[in-house]
């Protein structure tokens, strides 16, 4: 079992920066694939972000610019640092961890999820 548990949400206005993060505890953590996806009311999850084991970065192309994820396995922690937020951005945050090396973008693959973040961008 891994629990995740996701913080750093909040308000923002547009243009304003995040950092989010997502620490595990329980598996070891630098065997996971972890991931962020996001979900705006009324609509599916979406894939955000995903980082291997060998710390290989993809994003969707939404966010490919702007967002960087990153993993600190010393601190069983992955971080989302979203930078020139967009109102489209308004969603909650999730992190996922995937026990393959390379993670996916999609939801099916993942084997444990947080609660959530909400991220709120202000126009």
């Known amino acids: 079992q891994v629990q995740l548990a996701e913080s750093g949400g909040g308000l923002v206005q547009v243009g304003g920066s995040l950092r989010l993060s997502c620490a595990a505890s329980g598996r070891t953590f630098s065997r996971f694939a972890m991931g962020w996806f996001r979900q705006a009311p009324g609509k599916e999850r979406e894939f955000v972000a995903r980082?291997?084991?060998?710390?290989?970065?993809s994003y969707a192309q939404p966010v490919k610019g702007r967002f960087t994820i990153s993993r600190d396995n010393a601190k069983n922690t992955v971080y989302l640092q979203m930078n020139s937020l967009k109102p489209e951005d308004t969603a909650v945050y999730y992190c996922?961890?995937?026990?393959?090396?390379?993670?996916?973008?999609?939801?099916?693959?993942?084997?444990?999820w947080g609660q959530g973040t909400q991220v709120t961008v202000s126009s």
């Open positions: 980082i291997s084991w060998s710390n290989s970065p």
């Open positions: 996922a961890a995937d026990g393959t090396p390379y993670g996916s973008s999609f939801t099916r693959d993942y084997d444990y």
